[in-house]
């Protein structure tokens, strides 16, 4: 019996590869055939606010509706700089959250209900990976009147 080696280079691809080697015996020319599979390289990604923090606290809005614009979020892939999409999957109740390009706009409802200050979270996530960017905003109590204070 004759031992063989195979030896296989890294996949620096970011795909998996698939190859055959065909082995033939000299006198009888019958054949084997070995498929060899090889995982894609792991990619690596980036996903942070411009300044490469992953959370950001955003002062006390007033208690009026408004739009507050985040810009410069990074999430992309190391290896090449394509982007990554990123989704909302968590924020509160008062605020809609659309994201365009490196752009997330928030834009929060007044608030005409609670008597104390209003505080959330607002998660981003990176599809495939996972990552999270988190922003924490919180919004100033509704205008007391004078039934409130009673």
Known sequence: MVGISITVEANSNTSTRTGTITLT?????NTIQIT??????????????????????????SNTAGTDTITGIIS???????????????????VSVNI????????????TTTTTVRSGTIVLTQTGTNKTITINVSQAEKDMTDTDRI
């Open 25 to 29: 015996q000299q006198d009888s020319n």
């Open 76 to 94: 992309k892939y190391t290896d090449d700089n394509s982007s990554i999409e990123y989704t909302c999957t968590s924020k509160p109740s008062w």
């Open 100 to 111: 365009s390009n490196n752009t997330v706009t928030i834009n929060r409802e007044a608030n």
């Open 36 to 61: 060899v599979t090889q995982a894609a390289v792991a990619r690596t990604s980036i996903f942070t606010l411009s300044d490469n923090s992953t959370s950001q606290t955003i002062a006390t809005y």
